[in-house]
């Protein structure tokens, strides 16, 4: 009779696999699951691709849990892939001893990582072009996957990605972690709203960054230890710029959707979250006027307003007509006062609880079950930040049908739910 592993679990959600299991004859205690540790068999074992400023975030937070192991690292900077295993190597040899770790296996392509059968799940934290393209190899790999926000460039490449997650029964965490109450109290102010504590929502102001613009940057000398044409994958080919190479890369559209979209996939998601619209969105998307409107706007079927503001905060604003509430980076208020102050009740609507987002990522790939900000929610808030720019662009009063995912009687902006890709890549 066949043996259900571990990995075979994740992989299949119920499939069955036989195994063997070998161990050296001497191993230290640690190895086996003694002293507090996480015995191998029982790790879940992760590849990241992407390692700038983000990327080290990932890997300084999942370094420091012991039900993970990394086994590859991805990047297209040689210099930092280096930097990367030794951290990498060096953390587990403490652990562990070199007897209990093997070592982490670089790749500068993604697809040669992917390719692992021994890789349980995997980080993408990438610039936003290449998110879909990798999470949908990843998936169709049977990959798990952590996909950093926005979820893609594209709305057209957010349903691809949904429907190839689904496909292949995978786990997928966007990485929208304010979900998860990290830099702030949004799930008790998503609650509050959900629950009627302003009374019926009238309005939400989202402050964030501004739309994308197209790339100018001059060409630079391009340096040997990096893979320029593995960084632009399925954007259009230019010269090197080490802006680009670096962090930079956000203020332009071709691969990123600006700060709209940047601290818009943060700050739109949980007005989708308190607004109970995570399998919908906007039905009407207002440009700027000059008059009334400095920003953007959506209004939603139910007739609530939501708009783009300016300014430096760090958070959304939601007016009631019995109230108002400020959640944010620096803090919940409300006014009345007393609204913050009055407990959920047990018979209250509750929101999805996680207050770690790694740690809901992981624990999902062990029950199979959908994480906090699973592929649809992270594909419909990316939704709304692609429709803000392209009422950005297209300086249109646009209609939206968030059912069918197309706007009505207007081919234009549909035109520009897509983008081409440039060859080998497709999704």
């Given amino acids: 009779m066949k043996r259900i592993t571990r990995r075979s679990f994740l992989r299949y959600g119920a499939a069955s696999a036989a195994a063997t299991v070998s161990l050296p004859t001497i191993v230290p205690s640690g190895v086996l699951g003694a002293n507090g540790a996480t015995a191998p068999s029982n790790q879940i074992t992760i590849g990241q691709i992407g390692f700038g400023w983000i ?126 109450n990290v830099f702030g109290q949004f799930r008790q102010a998503c609650e509050l709203v959900r629950n009627g504590r302003i009374g019926k929502v009238l309005t939400v102001d989202v402050s964030t960054g501004g739309p994308p613009k197209p790339c100018d940057l001059p060409a630079e000398s391009q340096p040997d230890y990096f893979d320029w044409d593995m960084w632009l994958g399925p954007a259009l080919r230019r010269p090197y710029h080490s802006k680009l190479a670096a962090v930079n890369w956000r203020p332009y559209r071709e691969y990123c959707g600006g700060g709209f979209a940047d601290m818009g996939a943060h700050h739109f998601d949980i007005a989708q979250w308190a607004l109970g619209m995570d399998k919908s969105g906007p039905t009407v998307i207002y440009p700027p006027d000059g008059k009334e409107r400095e920003r953007v706007s959506f209004k939603y079927a139910n007739g609530i307003i939501m708009n783009h503001v300016g300014g430096n905060s760090l958070g959304l604003t939601f007016t009631g007509r019995d109230g108002v509430l400020y959640v944010g980076r620096d803090g919940l208020w409300t006014k009345p006062e007393s609204i913050a102050k009055e407990p959920i009740g047990p018979a209250d609507v509750r929101l999805y609880k996680s207050d770690n987002h790694h740690g809901n990522w992981l624990d999902c790939i062990r029950n199979r079950r959908r994480c906090v900000a699973d592929v649809e929610i992270g594909a419909r808030s990316a939704t709304v930040c692609h429709l803000g720019n392209i009422a950005y662009e297209l300086r249109q009063k646009l209609k939206w049908d968030p059912v069918e995912e197309s706007f009505i009687g207007n081919e234009e902006a549909n035109r520009l739910l897509s983008r081409p890709m440039r060859s080998p890549w497709h999704l």
């Avoid at 072009?129 to 490449?157: F, N």
Wanted: hydrophobic share 30%.
């Fill in 55 to 180: 990327g080290g975030s990932h890997l300084k937070i999942l370094l420091g849990r012991k039900d993970v192991r990394y086994v590859a690292a991805c990047d297209v900077n040689g210099q930092k892939l280096k930097e990367v295993r030794r951290r990498i190597e060096s953390k587990y040899e403490e652990r562990y001893g070199k007897i209990s770790y093997h070592g982490c296996s670089v790749y500068r392509d993604f697809r040669e990582m992917l390719s692992r059968e021994d890789m349980d799940a995997v980080v993408i934290a990438t610039p936003d072009h290449w998110h879909a393209p990798i999470s949908i190899q990843a998936a169709k790999s049977g990959k798990d996957i952590y996909c950093e926000k926005p979820m893609t460039l594209t709305v057209r490449q957010a349903r691809a990605v949904v429907k190839t997650v689904r496909r292949y029964n995978r786990v997928f965490q966007t990485g929208s972690q304010q979900r998860s």
